[in-house]
């Protein structure tokens, strides 16, 4: 989606919010001994409290409002009777829509104590997402998104999950541009337009490179090679100035 007028910034500004404040939410709620089932229903109560609706449930029957991955799971995990221990490491995506806007965000989240390895990995995982999210701006180039990604990652001696892309969204929850690296790319060759709606996304790891799915389930994603793997998303406008950030808590 590229914005066109103000009406549509303010659509995705409402829907954006409602993510981060739900995300942030759930986020708080975190204690060992709660079940992903139980995590799901504060993320569930608070979207329809404002009227939006999960994005994956309603797009592509995924079984549950919010995706809660625990430790090996990287991605797309079902909420269930799964409860959540100390010294986990929690990753929750929330995507919602509201009035045909849609908007996705994600963090990843530690249940104390942790080993201090994974609270580095976690601090880097959301300075890898801003050191993509820097290269955001109308007329840069796309593949500057992975390739900042590609430098931190490098410099402080992690891997990044080269199957799971950054993506358009707006009016849907995937849409052009698909398949945004935020790893370096050396094919990409497209340029960052004025208004241009979509997420950043990296996936960063203490040595998995893949994410793959288990035999019998068709949603959720482990690291290849089993990993600790850190996600954090925000989707963004990209302007003049840099990104207008969407899924910030309001």
């Not at 994956?56 to 990287?74: L, Q, R």
């Not at 593949?143 to 990652?153: K, L, T």
């Not at 482990?222 to 990993?227: I, L, N, V």
């Amino acid at each position: 989606m590229t914005i066109t007028n103000d009406d549509e910034l303010q659509g995705l500004r409402e829907i954006g919010r409602i993510v981060a404040d739900t995300l942030a939410a759930m986020g708080k709620a975190l204690e060992p001994g709660i079940t992903t089932a139980e995590l799901d229903a504060i993320g569930r109560d608070m979207l329809e409290r404002h009227g939006a609706r999960s994005a994956p449930e309603t797009v592509y029957g995924f079984p549950g409002a919010t995706c809660i991955s625990i430790n090996e799971e990287v991605a797309h995990g079902i909420p269930g009777g799964r409860r959540i221990l100390a010294g986990d490491l929690v990753n929750i995506d929330v995507s919602a829509q509201k009035a045909g806007y849609f908007s996705d965000t994600g963090a990843s989240f530690t249940v104390p104590p942790v080993d201090r390895r994974i609270e580095k990995l976690c601090r880097d995982g959301k300075r890898a997402l801003w050191a993509g999210l820097g290269q955001v701006g109308a007329g840069k180039p796309v593949a500057g998104i992975g390739e900042a990604v590609g430098r931190f990652a490098q410099k402080n001696g992690y891997t990044l999950v080269r199957n799971l892309a950054s993506h358009g969204i707006g009016r849907s929850l995937h849409e052009e541009p698909k398949e945004i690296a935020t790893w370096p790319e050396r094919s990409e060759r497209r340029v960052i337009q004025k208004g241009l709606v979509f997420t950043v996304e990296p996936f960063l790891s203490l040595g998995a490179d893949w994410a793959e799915h288990a035999e019998g389930d068709r949603w959720t994603l482990y690291s290849e090679p089993r990993a600790p793997t850190v996600q954090y998303e925000h989707t963004v406008v990209a302007t003049a100035n840099g990104p207008l950030v969407l899924t910030l808590p309001g």
